[in-house]
């Protein structure tokens, strides 16, 4: 059992430069989350989507896109990089967004902004 | 802006009983209160939750104040495996809401 898997797991961009984080889930779970962490911070909420189609903006969406391709999938991506982007980001997914449920986390994609 | 408050830092001894607090003052009658920790290098896991009766897993147990505006996390035996940043959040049982996690405790085990 996988659980929440996340590609890449490093990756380094010029400014400018688009790209794609890929997440996927094996847990038939109908939420998933992005999470960003900065040196020595908490994690902030990017982006959600509570089932397949819908998505939601976080804390902090600025500069990202997302796309819940299907129940196990959910994409972030950057448009053009900013050094500003430079984070480690972790996806998450658990099976509805209420209080009683578990996250389940990957194990992050480092990423460097150049 | 996070709905719990939690020291930025705390040391304790290996094998010995740690407790780190969180202060949710604004808490709803609906929230419930979850505890995950992140080992270094890694994401986050989920390590316990309650509503407010005190709770105990195979990692830890949680103590709940009885007006419900506090909780303790429990690591009842201390390891250096144990040394994480511990997050205290809070879920709503019936509403769909964003899932803020503030900056955690950074616990400490001293050999």
């Known amino acids: 059992n996988a659980g929440v898997t996340q590609t890449p797991k490093f990756q380094v961009l010029k400014t400018g430069q688009s790209m794609t984080l890929q997440c996927a889930q094996d847990?038939?779970?109908?939420?998933m989350y992005w999470y960003r962490q900065d040196p020595g911070m908490g994690l902030r909420l990017i982006y959600y989507?509570?089932?397949?189609?819908?998505?939601d903006k976080g804390e902090v969406p600025n500069g990202y896109n997302v796309s819940r391709l299907n129940k196990r999938e959910f994409s972030l991506r950057l448009e053009s990089a900013a050094p500003s982007q430079t984070s480690v980001y972790f996806c998450?997914?658990?099976?509805?967004?209420?209080?009683?449920?578990?996250?389940?986390f990957g194990s992050g994609t480092q990423l460097s902004v150049l | 802006d996070a709905k719990t408050t939690q020291p930025n830092s705390m040391e304790s001894n290996e094998e010995e009983p740690v407790h780190l607090p969180c202060n949710h003052s604004?808490?709803?009658?609906?929230?419930?209160i979850h505890w995950y920790r992140q080992l270094p290098s890694q994401g986050p896991e989920y390590v316990i939750h309650?509503?407010?009766s005190n709770v105990n897993n195979r990692m830890a147990s949680l103590a709940i104040a009885e007006d419900r505006k506090s909780s303790t996390l429990i690591l009842h035996r201390a390891t250096l495996r144990d040394a994480a940043v511990y997050y205290c959040?809070?879920?709503?049982?019936?509403?769909?809401?964003?899932?803020?996690f503030g900056k955690g405790t950074r616990l400490h085990i001293l050999p």
């Open positions: 959040i809070l879920r709503d049982v019936w509403r769909d809401d964003k899932i803020i």
């Open positions: 604004t808490i709803s009658g609906t929230d419930y």
């Open positions: 998450a997914s658990d099976s509805s967004r209420r209080g009683l449920e578990k996250l389940f």
């Open positions: 309650g509503l407010t």
């Open positions: 989507s509570a089932s397949e189609g819908t998505t």
């Open positions: 847990m038939n779970h109908n939420s």
